[in-house]
């Protein structure tokens, strides 16, 4: 439904999309995780019909996004991370003015409207004016927004960015909802643990390149399989570092201020004894502990370097 072939995107000297390749299948959720400017919002735009590439292609439904934008806009409904004024409308007011731009009838508009509504927890605040709606709702109302036309392809650019987590939570529930709906979707968000749950496939991009991606249970068996601990020591910091450079499952160990980080590759049992033969080799330990964070950030440590 949506195939993304070597796209390269220029902005003067700034290379935002440095050979992007992506397919994405009818019904497929699509998850695509990065940090700040690594490219996500500018392959949205460019399948949005936006943005033009640099050079590669981007089609949605077997349209070029660049010769055939009219066709693509029919297919998709787009959400963009930003949204603008508001005008003194109603929340149903709203959304009647963009089924129209959609070339939706009254008729269509009338039978719509509170669908839509109604999907995104909105009904009570149909004669409310979108700017009295609070971030999260206006949120949600833009999401109605972009499938007023009933789209088949959903393109959301970060829907839950800057909202608390009780609205982030009502957000990602709409959007279960309309996973059932069979639709496809590519959501982007910079939190891995916030796609993985709704998405079937990620792909992780960074510096305008796809360092990974796969079935979410993949990515997280990688994530796993390579966990970061944190270790301190009172001192003997040179020795130990050496020490645990050489241990076989560990892959990488630097010194970060007070503590040292390894990335090791071993089990919950691998660990415990790692740790056991430091204590009798009589390392002064005082602190060893696995580094939870939040698994996008494990994933891009272990990525680190490979998009650059
Ligand atoms: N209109 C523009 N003019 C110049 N540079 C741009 C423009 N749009 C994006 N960029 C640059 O392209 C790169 C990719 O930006 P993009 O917005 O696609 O990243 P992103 O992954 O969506 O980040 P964010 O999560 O912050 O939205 C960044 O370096 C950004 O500064």
Redesign the pocket.
């Known amino acids: 439904m949506i195939e993304v072939k070597d796209l390269y ?1 220029k ?2 000297r ?4 440095q050979g992007i390749t992506l397919e994405i299948k009818k019904g497929q959720i699509y998850g ?1 995780v ?12 460019i399948l949005a019909t936006l ?1 033009t590439p640099t050079s590669g292609t981007a089609k949605v439904g077997g349209y070029d996004c660049v010769k055939h934008p009219r066709e693509v806009r029919r297919l998709i409904g787009y959400m963009p ?1 930003f949204f603008g004024v508001y005008d003194n409308l109603t929340a149903y007011e709203y959304l009647d003015f963009y089924g129209a731009s959609y070339g939706l009838s009254p008729k269509e508009r009338q039978r719509a409207i509170p669908q839509m509504l109604e999907l995104v927890q909105l009904t009570h605040k149909t004669d409310e004016y979108v700017d009295m709606l609070s971030r999260g709702m206006k949120q949600r109302l833009g999401l109605a927004r972009c499938l007023i036309h009933d789209p088949e392809v959903i393109i959301l ?2 829907p839950a ?1 800057g909202l608390d987590p009780r609205s982030r939570i009502e957000m990602r529930e709409i959007l279960k909802v309309l996973r059932e709906t069979g639709k496809t979707i590519l959501i ?1 968000s ?1 939190i891995l643990p916030e796609l993985a749950e709704m998405c079937d496939t990620i792909g992780i ?1 960074e510096s ?1 390149k796809l360092v990974a991606t796969g079935k979410v249970e993949e990515i997280y068996r990688k994530m796993r399989a390579q966990r970061l601990l944190k270790i301190r020591v009172l001192d003997k910091w040179e020795p130990l570092l050496a020490r645990l450079r050489s241990a076989p499952e560990v892959s990488n160990a630097v010194r970060e201020d007070d503590h040292i980080i390894i990335s090791f590759n071993g089990s919950d049992s691998e660990q415990a004894a790692l740790l056991q033969t430091l204590l009798i080799e009589k390392y002064p330990i005082t602190a060893f502990s696995e580094i939870e964070g939040n698994l996008e950030d494990i994933f891009l440590e272990i990525t680190k370097g490979v998009g650059s």
């Not at 700034?14 to 999309?17: D, E, G, K, R, W």
């Not at 990065?34 to 392959?43: D, E, F, L, R, S």
């Open positions: 995107k902005f003067g700034t290379v935002a999309l695509f990065g940090p700040n400017g690594a490219g996500k919002t500018t392959v949205m735009s943005l991370d650019d970060e960015s982007s910079h991009i305008g």
